[in-house]
């Protein structure tokens, strides 16, 4: 059975994306439909479970335009345009301004600079998820909310299947309510489904060969739907193959205390990461986002180890949110020590003097101001890297916690989808985790999901309202 109904936009997915370029829609008077999978009323995806720091590049978001711009292109070595980084460093901003303006409450936080946005009520500070009631749980009411008041809908239960396009444009989407198929039309339909990271058989096509060897550090519902349409579509793709995470306890696997924190990447920046040889095998002074790329590209990912001792423990060991100490071994996590390296090494059925040798060269390149030379180089500042040298020596057996994709469906500055000559596909957008192009390429530059969200719903939704001929209403 097949029912059709019209609208002047469609939205695919009910996260942050999704949920602010519909409002955006309907505030400017255009009839809206958010078409999201989940049925519950609170349906998961990554927005509810955010952490809820708008940030970008891990600095406050409010920063010198410039500045961020600069950030951006340096942190991703270039990989992100100049064009889009500009976007980016002036709308985040406005983004922020406009949730708060949709009564959306921000806190600043207690710790570092780029935690001066963070969405209220905070993330509570222990181990394990605890989403409700928390920040972008209430985002996400606050915006259905707004949304049904301005008259759109969010329609639950319906998953987007493929792309309507006529005459090489975009005209709707055909969507999926139990056995019930549903042709929504629309003049501009934006893909906001959250990008891949719930869907195994894309991370293997595109991250790595074990994915069931990851751990899914998100909810588990962006399962690249969007993509695969707009790849139909004609739509051209870019950066598929890097992710978003953080190092966690290999026992996250199985223990959900020890998901999404607390996570261990205060312990890799201040030391090292072995694999099964005892042998290192990535830049820890890159940081945990690029650790957990490298991790994911081990033969076996659930090989590695941090390695470390008392006074890391004792020291960057207890930074962050949800620390590692004391809530590592407090939530179950394994958390090897002994006395010696060499009795470490055996705990961890490593061979003994490869280890002493690997810590002796790494103590003596940091002692003498050398850690570039070392293989691989250790890119860092000595304040950054701490000696592994003052008993008890500890391991932390680790896993790669993916937590969004940072690839997909190639944008320009007005987020509208790209075929492969690069011209706009007309009435197909993309915002928020299903978009490529804004962070990640072979650096690894991390910019931040929430920013890109809040950037790319506004630049579509207000690319759609000016290139239609509604005019703007307030709400
Ligand atoms: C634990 C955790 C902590 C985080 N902390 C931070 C942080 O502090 N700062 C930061 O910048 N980023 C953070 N992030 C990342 C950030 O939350 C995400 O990048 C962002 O929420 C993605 O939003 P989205 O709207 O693109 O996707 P999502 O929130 O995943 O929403 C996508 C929606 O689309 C729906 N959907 C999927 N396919 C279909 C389909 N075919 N049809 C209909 N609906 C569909 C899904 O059900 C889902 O509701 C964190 C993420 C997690 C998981």
Redesign the pocket.
């Given at each position: 059975m097949t029912e059709e109904h019209s609208f002047d936009a469609v939205v695919?997915?009910?996260?942050?994306?999704?949920?602010a370029a519909a409002n955006r829609l309907a505030q400017s008077g255009l009839r809206t439909a958010v078409?999201?999978?989940?049925s519950e009323e609170h349906?998961?995806?990554?927005?509810?479970?955010?952490?809820?720091?708008?940030?970008t590049c891990l600095r406050d978001i409010m920063s010198d335009e410039n500045t961020l711009r600069q950030a951006i292109v340096d942190a991703t070595a270039g990989f992100v345009t100049d064009t889009l980084a500009a976007v980016i460093a002036a709308d985040g901003r406005r983004a922020v301004r406009w949730l708060q303006d949709e009564g959306v409450r921000f806190m600043k936080a207690d710790v570092a600079d780029h935690r001066s946005w963070?969405l209220a009520p905070p993330?509570i500070k222990a181990p394990g998820?605890n989403w409700p009631g928390r920040g972008?749980d209430v985002l996400l009411r606050t915006l259905e909310a707004n949304l049904v008041k301005r008259g759109g809908v969010l329609v639950r239960n319906?998953?987007?299947?493929v792309l309507l396009m006529e005459e090489n444009r975009c005209s709707g989407v055909i969507?999926q309510q139990a056995e019930l198929e549903i042709r929504f039309r629309a003049r501009a339909v934006v893909i906001?489904?959250?990008?891949f990271?719930g869907n195994p058989e894309m991370i293997k096509q595109y991250i790595c060969n074990q994915p069931e060897r990851l751990k899914p550090?998100?909810?588990r519902?962006?399962?690249g739907?969007?993509l695969q349409?707009a790849i139909a579509a004609g739509a051209d793709t870019i950066g598929l193959n890097r992710f978003?995470g953080h190092v966690l306890s290999r026992d996250a696997m199985t223990n959900d205390k020890l998901?999404?924190?607390p996570y261990l990447d205060a312990l890799v920046t201040a030391a090292i990461v072995v694999d099964p040889s005892g042998a290192r095998f990535v830049d820890e002074g890159r940081g945990g986002v690029y650790a957990v790329n490298a991790i994911a590209q081990l033969a076996d990912s659930l090989s590695a180890a941090i390695i470390f001792d008392l006074a890391i423990w004792d020291g960057p060991g207890r930074n962050g949110l949800v620390p590692a100490n004391p809530h590592l071994p407090d939530a179950g996590g394994t958390l090897l020590s002994a006395a010696d390296l060499p009795q470490l090494a055996r705990k961890l059925g490593m061979e003994p003097g490869r280890l002493l040798d690997t810590v002796t060269r790494y103590n003596n390149a940091l002692a003498s101001g050398t850690l570039a030379s070392l293989k691989p180089a250790l890119r860092t500042s000595p304040q950054r890297a701490r000696p592994i040298a003052v008993a008890p020596f500890y391991a932390a057996p680790v896993c790669a916690g993916i937590?969004?994709t940072m690839g997909g469906i190639k944008i320009n500055e007005h987020a509208q989808a790209l075929r492969v000559d690069d011209t706009p596909i007309a009435g197909l957008y993309a915002?928020?985790?299903?978009t490529g192009g804004l962070e990640g390429g072979p650096e690894i530059g991390y910019v931040?999901?929430?920013?890109?969200?809040g950037v790319t719903a506004l630049r579509a939704a207000e690319h759609i309202v000016n290139s239609g001929s509604n005019r703007e209403k307030t709400s």
């Open positions: 695919l997915g009910g996260g942050l994306a999704g949920m078409l999201e999978q989940g349906y998961l995806c990554n927005s509810r479970y955010t952490g809820g720091v708008f940030h963070m993330v998820l972008g319906t998953r987007g299947r969507a906001a489904d959250g990008g990271p550090r998100n909810a519902t962006a399962r739907d969007g349409m978003y998901w999404p924190q937590t969004t915002a928020g985790g299903a931040g999901g929430l920013v890109k969200c």
